[in-house]
């Protein structure tokens, strides 16, 4: 798995996404917090829930909260690894 991941980010899996309304979340293997995800962060523009993903984490200016930025889709189910 490390093979994949840069240091300096987090992974983790979609856990939930509404294609139509453009957002979902995102739980992070690192430290296991669910972060917000906004189809605007996601670099090709389309997630499904279960991708497999590694982003940053930011803070949403209107709400102060943070959330997750710059998400890149590692692997889409099946996994070909097994990730803990």
């Avoid at 293997?29 to 962060?41: A, M, P, T």
């Avoid at 982003?55 to 990730?83: C, D, L, S």
């Amino acid at each position: 798995m490390e093979e994949y991941l840069s240091q300096d980010r987090e992974w983790g899996v979609v856990t939930k996404y509404n294609k139509d309304r453009g957002f979902g979340f995102i739980k992070s293997k690192v430290d296991g917090k669910s972060y917000f995800i906004h189809v605007s962060q996601v670099h090709g523009g389309y997630l499904e829930q279960g991708y497999l993903v590694e982003f940053n984490i930011g803070i949403n200016r209107r709400t102060g909260k943070e959330q997750a930025e710059n998400v890149i889709v590692i692997e889409t189910p099946p996994y070909k690894k097994k990730y803990r």
